[in-house]
Nanobody, 125 residues
């Protein structure tokens, strides 16, 4: 699976951004899809994951209630809608795909099947 993320940018605190990740190469609906992020000087961390059908989602505590992950299997796309952004949301956001959905996503993403190149999100205070 090739993953291409886009939609990052600079936004003021309290604002919104919408990240998208387009997939190609294999059957998109076979994969759970999700996002990780990495802030400068920090380890990569889990943000959100959505199951193959879209019926299940898991969020990091730090983004729950502010971010929404969704997918369109007909368009091979996963979306991360980010609202009420905070300066601590700043970082490079990476799209990932894995055959498994669940607890394996909740750490730093080691072992994910596929990764996209990151997109920079900067939230100013």
């Amino acid at each position: 699976v090739q993953l291409q993320a886009c939609g990052g940018g600079l936004v003021q605190a309290g604002g919104s951004l919408r990240l998208s990740c387009a997939a190609s190469g294999r059957t998109f609906s076979n994969y759970a899809m999700g996002w990780f992020r990495q802030a400068p000087g920090k380890e990569r961390e889990f943000v959100a994951v959505i199951s193959r059908s879209g019926g299940g989602t898991i969020y990091a505590d730090s983004v729950a209630g502010r971010f929404t992950i969704s997918r369109d299997n007909a368009k091979n796309t996963v979306i991360l809608q980010m609202n009420t952004l905070k300066p601590e949301d700043t970082g490079v956001y990476y799209c990932a795909a894995d055959l498994a959905y669940g607890g394996g996503w909740l750490k730093d993403g080691s072992g994910m099947d596929y990764w996209g190149k990151g997109t920079q999100v900067t939230v100013s205070s």
